[in-house]
């Protein structure tokens, strides 16, 4: 296992993720999160990206309803259970492109409809600021960036297997890992003049953890719509 600590020199970013998903079988539960359900239903389909996709239950289940969806992660397991994911559940392969790339250093050159990342956190160091900040130059005008983020960090990541505070190992959380509303609107920076903001707020939502545990889980969900031409 993989261990970042600020202490020690710094993980490579696909290594850790590899381990992470070579853990088990599957992490995540394929389904899709809860903001991006509420509101994706309310848009058109259009095209769509998915930033640190994982094992693709938000892609795939907008590819069901009619998106043509990118899923972007770092890691290439990630992505072969999003591809298996996919075939599973009937959705043609011209519907989905799954990458494998880092988002510290990708820069998309398309424009999408909707530009979502939830629950991109990393113990790894990750440039979180400047990866939003360029996925919400990647919004069409007319489109939406949903950016949905952990306001606390959930219970199961205070151990890791040694019993001790962390995610994965060591790692000490930082200040902004889990943002506030007001901290994650200034981390996007977005320009009044450009953006509208839909929804900033903090969700609390009941979930099942990795080992079977019940939990109530605060999410902080920011929903912005880039306005057209002015
Ligand atoms: C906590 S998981 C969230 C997965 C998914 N969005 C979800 O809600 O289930 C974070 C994901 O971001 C990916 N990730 C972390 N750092 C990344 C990076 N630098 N570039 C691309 N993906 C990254 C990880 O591989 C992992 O799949």
Not at 87 to 105: H, K, P
Not at 154 to 172: A, D, K
């Amino acid at each position: 296992m993989v261990e970042p600590t600020h202490e020690d020199a710094p993980v490579d970013a696909a290594a850790f993720w590899e381990d992470r998903y070579a853990e088990r079988r599957r992490i995540w539960s394929g389904e899709p999160n809860a903001a991006l359900v509420d509101a994706a239903s309310r848009l058109q389909p259009g095209r769509a990206l998915d930033l640190g996709c994982g094992e693709g239950g938000d892609a795939v289940w907008l590819a069901e309803q009619g998106w043509q969806v990118t899923g972007v992660d770092i890691s290439a397991t990630a992505a072969a259970r999003c591809r298996a994911l996919a075939a599973e559940r009937g959705i043609a392969d011209d519907r989905v492109t799954w990458l494998v790339c880092d988002l510290a250093t990708w820069d998309p050159t398309d424009r999408y409809d909707l530009v979502t990342s939830c629950f991109l956190h990393s113990p790894v160091d990750f440039p979180r600021a400047a990866v939003l900040r360029r996925a919400a130059a990647a919004v069409a005008p007319g489109g939406h960036l949903l950016v949905v983020a952990h306001a606390d960090p959930p219970p199961w990541s205070r151990r890791n297997h040694h019993g001790v505070e962390g995610v994965g190992g060591g790692h000490h959380h930082g200040p902004h890992d889990f943002p506030s509303p007001d901290d994650e609107r200034a981390e996007l920076g977005l320009d009044d003049g450009d953006w509208d903001i839909v929804v900033s707020e903090v969700r609390s939502r009941e979930t099942t953890g990795p080992d079977g545990e019940q939990a109530t889980l605060r999410d902080t969900v920011t929903l912005a719509r880039r306005r057209t031409a002015r």
